[in-house]
């Protein structure tokens, strides 16, 4: 099993839809679960973290996570062309500051005008 | 808003010789960070570093990877003997207090051998 797991896509949807991006990890024990933004040839951008069960929201964007599934999700919004990018989920692994962010494959997202 | 500068933004190297990829992290960070994306793959782990010293390691990073920070600003990633397999865009991120608060990942360094 893959330790961080997300489809890879492409997910297409309309401009102004809500488009849903699901993770899911292995590690119980994980404690701090990330959303980054990566456009094709730059680096990753942290977009969200979420740290307890329930809903988060910042703007457009909502995670959720759900421990007892192995699940974090990012809605977005009213989505854009401007969104369209590669989602990846990150996961941290071992202790809060000397630990590691294991990233999932990415999702990439395609907002049609 | 703060940055985490990389140098160089591309590299080409001959198979066998050794690359310094450099990395200028937030000033204030403790934590500092090397990651890896082959092309059309996901990001990958190679190391973290804290208090001057390595706190974690992957199977990638072995005897031919080594890292430094030599002096208060830089963080460099040197590979001695490059493979082609080393071909891959090579982030360095840094972190205030730890991988719980996600990191900032600098631009980039894309690294081909040949």
């Known amino acids: 099993q893959k330790e961080v797991e997300q489809n890879s896509g492409p997910l297409s949807v309309p401009e102004g839809a809500i488009a849903s991006l699901n993770c899911t990890y292995s590690?119980?024990?994980?404690?701090?679960f990330f959303w980054y933004r990566q456009y094709s040839g730059k680096s990753p951008e942290l977009i969200m973290s979420?740290?307890?069960?329930g809903d988060k929201e910042d703007g457009r964007f909502t995670a959720q996570l759900n421990k007892a599934s192995q699940y974090v999700s990012l809605l977005i919004r009213d989505s854009q062309p401007s969104d369209s990018a590669t989602y990846l989920c990150?996961?941290?692994?071992?202790?809060?500051?000397?630990?590691?962010?294991?990233f999932g494959q990415g999702t990439e997202l395609s907002v049609k005008p | 808003e703060p940055e985490v500068t990389q140098t160089p933004s591309h590299q080409v190297t001959q198979m066998g010789q050794e690359v310094i990829l450099r990395c200028v992290p937030i000033s204030n960070h403790l934590y500092f960070y090397w990651y890896r994306q082959i092309l059309g793959q996901k990001v990958e782990f190679l190391v973290s570093f804290y208090n001057n010293e390595i706190s974690e390691k992957s199977e990638i990073f072995d005897d031919q990877f080594s890292v430094e920070r030599p002096d208060g600003s830089n963080f460099t990633l040197k590979i001695r003997s490059t493979k082609l397999e080393d071909s891959a865009m090579y982030f360095c991120?840094?972190?205030?207090?730890?991988?719980?608060?996600?990191?900032?990942f600098g631009s980039g360094t894309r690294l081909t051998v040949v």
């Open positions: 979420i740290y307890s069960n």
């Open positions: 991120a840094s972190s205030e207090q730890g991988v719980a608060y996600g990191y900032t």
């Open positions: 990150a996961v941290n692994k071992g202790s809060n500051q000397g630990g590691k962010l294991i």
């Open positions: 590690d119980r024990v994980s404690q701090s």
